[in-house]
């Protein structure tokens, strides 16, 4: 196994999720900017100027939304991954675990390497389901309730389902949540010779905080 390659992935993950939940959060507030409020700009139905520019950049929301989320997903199932085949081998994970969630590949890991029970009640768990949930949500149309071929015929309307479901879907600023706050548990629940892989939470933490 090339350690080096996981690593520099696994890194990598993290690092797109962070920089794009930037650039979503960036583009939220260039939404709320004055000059881009209508004041009855277009009184004769020409097209509003303001209407236009929102609609831009409500679309390049929706890609910097899609990169973030499955960016955060895609790194914590990397992350299990790579945890589970190091401490239980690669044949274990395969033959046992590959068919799993996401969140009981987590458990059942945790609980095999620490020989303690994982702590379900905690924050870690909730937003780990709700991410894995939404990035569900958003790749397999089987389980989706919102409607993906909105995104590209009305991106105006898929935001607006994305609001009106976001009880459901995680928002960008949870799902780097998710990595930070799994990473903080692992740290406390595995032995330090065990924490393998693992982001410098602090610093995440920092970014986290000033994106907030
Ligand atoms: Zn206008």
Partial sequence: MNFARIETLYFNYVQIAFDHCNTYIDLEKRLHENNLQCNNCSPNNTICIHEFLKHEIKEKMRNEYFISVIFSALSLEA?????????????YVKENLDKLTVPSKYI????????????????????????ISTRNKLVHSKSRKLDVSLMSENPEKFIT??????????????????????????????????????????KYYEMYKQMK
């Fill in 79 to 91: 992350y299990i991954y790579e945890l589970g085949a190091i401490y239980l081998s690669d044949k």
């Fill in 108 to 131: 059942i890991v945790l609980e095999l390497i620490s020989k303690n029970q994982v702590d379900k009640s905690h924050q870690w768990y909730y937003l780990l389901n709700k991410l």
């Fill in 161 to 202: 389902e994305l609001n009106e479901t976001n009880k459901r879907l995680i928002s960008p600023l949870d799902a780097i949540n998710a990595i930070i706050s799994v990473h903080k548990y692992i740290k406390l629940f595995l032995p330090n010779n065990i924490v393998f892989l693992l982001i410098d939470e602090n």
